[in-house]
């Protein structure tokens, strides 16, 4: 066995063992490309793939490649995963809907509705980004989670006509100033947790496993504590991974 052959088979035990103990792994700083590249060899596939890069407006720069570049990480998404979550300003994200790479498939345009977004110029106020749902046609979707206790009775005795699902308008405040200050980590962009939960009970259960290679403070592996799935987590940025560390009382992975 050659060596490169051997460090590959140790990284994939390293994963698979502290996926078993703690459910997370946190991975060091690397490139987005280079960690799927890195879960594509070592994992496999998973179950559900959250992207939500920088918007390529003010915070995290601009790049001038940006449909490209996002156009590669659906691309890489599509060949290991059942869903894919792909956030950003409505009029970014809309430029991918007639875009998407087979296997997935186009599922649902999901908005985050929020009031408390502060006025910085003079003109209309943000108050919404839209993150697209993309499956593959035979993924898992789970709806008992938004099911009142009737409706999970008559679905119990075979009456239940249909399974109604949660709306595609998620309502959450954003997290600034008092509001969400239990979860804020000073990460510019994070999103509340409520929004995520929202996602991840629709498309994972307790055997599923979750990719998230923009990870920022670590939402993802919140939500994943919090109900029961395993997740891998990493992001570019050393000061998120540290965020992430401190927030989910987990060390990164030595590779």
Request: net charge neutral; aromatic share 10%; hydrophobic share 40%.
């Amino acid at each position: 066995m050659l060596e490169n052959d051997v460090a590959a088979k140790d990284l994939s035990l390293v994963i698979k063992s502290e996926l078993n103990k703690n459910g997370l792994v946190i991975l060091p700083p690397m490139d987005v490309s280079t960690s799927f590249e890195l879960v594509s060899t070592n994992v496999g596939d998973i179950d559900v793939c959250m992207l939500d890069p920088w918007y390529n407006k003010g915070i995290g720069g601009v790049r001038d490649d940006y449909n490209e570049f996002v156009m590669s990480l659906l691309t890489k998404a599509s060949r290991i995963s059942q869903h894919v979550f792909l956030w950003g300003f409505p009029e970014i994200v809309a430029n991918f809907v007639s875009r998407i790479p087979s296997p997935l498939e186009y599922n649902c345009w999901l908005t985050w509705y929020y009031k408390n977004n502060p006025s910085v110029i003079r003109g209309w106020r943000s108050a919404q980004q839209t993150c697209l749902h993309l499956s593959r046609s035979e993924a898992q979707i789970f709806l008992e989670p938004f099911l009142t206790e009737k409706q999970l009775q008559k679905k119990e005795e075979g009456k239940l006509r249909y399974i109604p699902g949660p709306p595609s308008v998620i309502e959450a405040a954003l997290n600034i100033g008092f509001i969400g200050r239990n979860e804020q980590t000073g990460h510019p962009a994070q999103k509340p947790e409520k929004v995520y939960d929202t996602l991840f009970k629709m498309t994972a259960n307790s055997e599923s496993l979750v990719f998230d290679p923009m990870a920022g403070s670590g939402t993802t592996g919140a939500i994943a504590n919090k109900n029961g799935f395993k997740a891998i987590l990493c992001d570019h940025n050393p000061d998120y991974i540290e965020l992430m560390e401190k927030r989910l009382g987990l060390k990164r992975v030595s590779l």
